[in-house]
Nanobody, 123 residues
Framework: QVQLVESGGGTVQAGGSLRLSCAAS????????MGWYRQAPGKERELVAT???????NYADSVKGRFTISEDDAKSTVYLQMNSLKPEDTAAYYC?????????????????WGQGTQVTVSS
């Protein structure tokens, strides 16, 4: 098991920047993928960005060129640098991590979520 704690959310004017952090309670080296999702009121949760074990990344089209996902294994933390923020980026942002656990017989996928951090972008 691992606990994830997000931080760094807040209120910022359009065009501003924020950096979100997702701190894990143990090493993230075993994680297959780590990502950020967001959910605006009345909308479904959507993928924002993912970073994989090999360091590759992918982004939602709506944030490409503005957001950057990164990780610091030494700190067991994943970051989301958000620049040129727009009002439509307003949402609760959630961190998600995935790993595969071997119990001696089977490989079992495990998914962990953080509690979320609110980002509000004013126009």
């Amino acid at each position: 098991q691992v606990q994830l704690v997000e931080s760094g959310g807040g209120t910022v004017q359009a065009g501003g920047s924020l950096r979100l952090s997702c701190a894990a309670s143990r090493s993230i080296f075993s994680m297959n993928a780590m990502g950020w999702y967001r959910q605006a009121p009345g909308k479904e949760r959507e993928l924002v960005a993912t970073i994989y074990h090999d360091g590759s990344t992918n982004y939602a089209d709506s944030v490409k060129g503005r957001f950057t996902i990164s990780e610091d294994d030494a700190k067991s933390t994943v970051y989301l640098q958000m620049n040129s923020l727009k009002p439509e980026d307003t949402a609760a942002y959630y961190c998600k991590m995935e790993e595969t656990y071997f119990n001696g017989q089977l490989y079992i996928p495990q998914t962990y979520w953080g509690q979320g951090t609110q980002v509000t972008v004013s126009s």
